[in-house]
């Protein structure tokens, strides 16, 4: 096998042998070499029904050929200026059209750069200096949100290396519970500057808020004097044009964005109301810099995501819902036939599977779920050429790109899969 080679390779050059701690998994994973539309093709020559597409970030799929076109066109007239283009206003200009609580924003390169000097200037802006976050919620690999985080951190306690200095001040809050959030904050108050949380728990498998909890922690902020920050690096431009805010119609002080932005290229953003945003330097004295921030390339591509995202609203968003429920219908209709004890939360263009006799709602109950069932799953969805996050802790998302036919496909993986789980 080439990608088994390409893995004993790897590990003597690469630490761990991946560049991401999400893209291990035991014995090896395989290697991509190419990707279009709804499909992955491996080093060893197989092509798979691709539900990772970039943990989200492929909205319209691998290579939409409007994002390719206005990379190309961009690579003729240079890939970095390291000064401003008008290209940035536009895109800016863009943002603050579509997303609620965008008067102003500051492009940055990755989800994780975006919710680290979004933190900043909450403490900077309230003269506060502890962050509240959610059990299972992942915001980046950084020393202030790391405690109790999703995805590839679930399995790990704690980072080694973040300062224990930092981690005390980030407060950890149960999801779906605004009881245990308000005590949080209240027992906190004169410390606390934000809380930030992904509005739809992706990073713990799928949970979803319940009726009311985002309007409740809106509340539960404003009255105390913290700023809410909703981390939309997963739900901006997926859940709907402007995101979880308006998906939910929730206005949060400051939002984060990165992954389907950049329709596979690189870059985040940060935006939220004036005064704070205000803050970052020049104008301000928050520092937050970067060299390849706002770079020609990345800026094309996100133009062009949103252009087509703004054109095609009304066909794409009702379109990727329609193909994610006939997934979700087609595979609970074989988890009935099965007899196993499975739970599946699903919402716009997201799904995940759980081997869980409760209903999953936070961490702790997505945590309950059998994660070796899980395991099993994906390896013989994988024989059946549907590749999905390959761990529990993770959400399968559905793209412009994915079919009719390539959701028969995958409800055909899922029960043959199923049925053989519920046999052992
Ligand atoms: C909700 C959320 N926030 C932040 C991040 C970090 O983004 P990046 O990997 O681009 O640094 C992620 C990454 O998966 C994420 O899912």
Do not use: W
Not at 268 to 284: F, N, S
Not at 394 to 423: M, N, P, Q, W
Request: hydrophobic share 40%; charged share 20%.
């Amino acid at each position: 096998m080439k990608s088994e080679q390409l893995y004993t390779r790897a590990c003597k050059v690469l630490a761990g042998g991946v560049n991401s701690p999400v893209r291990f998994y035991d014995p090896y994973p395989f290697f991509a070499t190419a990707a279009r539309g709804s499909k992955i093709t491996t080093a060893d020559h197989q092509t798979y029904l691709d539900y990772c597409m970039g943990y989200g970030a492929l909205l319209l799929g691998h290579g939409h050929p409007s994002v390719l076109d206005a990379v190309k066109s961009q690579l003729e007239n240079g890939t970095l200026f390291c000064v401003p283009t008008e290209r940035e206003i536009k895109l800016a200009e863009m943002l603050s059209k579509v997303v609620p609580c965008a008067q102003i924003v500051r492009l940055v390169n990755s989800g994780s750069e975006a919710t680290m000097h979004a933190i900043r200037l909450a403490r900077a802006f309230t003269k506060k200096n502890d962050v509240v976050k959610f059990a299972g919620g992942y915001h980046g690999a950084h020393d202030y949100v790391l405690a109790k985080a999703g995805s590839g951190a679930a399995s790990i306690p704690a980072s080694d290396g973040v300062l224990e200095e930092a981690a005390s001040h980030t407060l950890v809050a149960p999801y779906n519970d605004s009881a245990m959030l308000e005590r949080t904050i209240e027992k906190n108050r004169a410390n606390v500057a934000c809380v930030i949380i992904e509005p739809v728990l992706a990073n713990i498998g799928l949970a979803l808020p319940e009726k009311g909890y985002l309007n409740e922690v809106r509340k539960i902020t404003e009255q105390n004097d913290v700023l809410l920050i909703f981390d939309e690096v997963v739900t901006g431009f997926r859940l709907a044009l402007g995101g979880a805010g308006e998906f939910f119609g929730i206005k949060p002080d400051i939002a984060t964005f990165a992954k389907a932005l950049g329709g596979g290229f690189p870059i985040g953003a940060i935006a939220g109301k004036k005064e704070i945003m205000q803050q970052l330097a020049p104008v301000g004295s928050v520092y937050q810099a970067s060299t390849f921030a706002g770079n020609p390339v990345s800026v094309a591509a996100a133009i062009a995501t949103l252009e087509a995202l703004l054109e095609g609203k009304n066909s794409i968003y009702p379109q990727v819902a329609r193909t994610c429920d006939s997934i979700v219908n087609g595979i609970r209709d074989m988890v009935a036939a099965s007899k196993l004890e499975c739970r599946i939360n699903s919402i716009g263009s997201m799904f995940q599977l759980f081997f869980a006799t409760e209903k999953v709602r936070d961490e702790a109950s997505a945590k309950k779920a059998n994660a070796l069932s899980f395991r099993r799953l994906y390896d013989e969805i994988l024989k059946r050429d549907v590749f999905v996050p390959p761990s529990q802790f993770e959400t399968c998302f559905v793209s412009y790109a994915h079919t009719e036919d390539d959701s028969d496909r995958t409800v055909d993986a899922y029960g043959d899969a199923l049925r053989r789980i519920a046999k052992k």
